[in-house]
């Protein structure tokens, strides 16, 4: 089992920044690719971005590169998502994945999932 938790959401205005963090316990964090997820009211959870377990490799969703920066600290048990340039269609319910699989999607067999926590973006 791996445990996640996620912190860092909150209100911020178009044009601002967030970093959300997930720090993680159970088994060994640096075996796993981790990843961000998020949901919108009414909407599917979507892929945002990705990492690889030794954080030299990540991926990201279209509509956040160049917005969004994803890290790990395998030291800490944590992996961030900085976001930047914040647009109010960025508002959603951010979740936190771990994976032995890169790279992984919200279907891929095995992924461990957080609380989730807000991000809500106003214009």
């Known amino acids: 089992q791996v445990q996640l938790v996620e912190s860092g959401g909150g209100l911020v205005q178009a044009g601002g920044s967030l970093r959300l963090s997930c720090a993680a316990s159970g088994r060994t964090f640096n075996n796993y690719a981790m990843g961000w997820f998020r949901q919108a009211p009414g909407k599917e959870r979507e892929f945002v971005a990705v990492?690889?377990?030794?954080?030299?490799?990540?991926y990201y969703a279209d509509s956040v590169k160049g917005r969004f920066t994803i890290s790990r600290d395998n030291a800490k048990n944590t992996v961030y998502l900085q976001m930047n340039s914040l647009k109010p269609e960025d508002t959603a319910v951010y979740y936190c994945?771990?994976?032995?699989?890169?790279?992984?999607?919200?279907?891929?067999?095995?992924?461990?999932w957080g609380q989730g926590t807000q991000v809500t973006v106003s214009s």
């Open positions: 994945a771990a994976s032995r699989q890169y790279p992984f999607t919200r279907t891929t067999l095995g992924v461990y």
């Open positions: 990492i690889n377990s030794n954080g030299d490799r990540t």
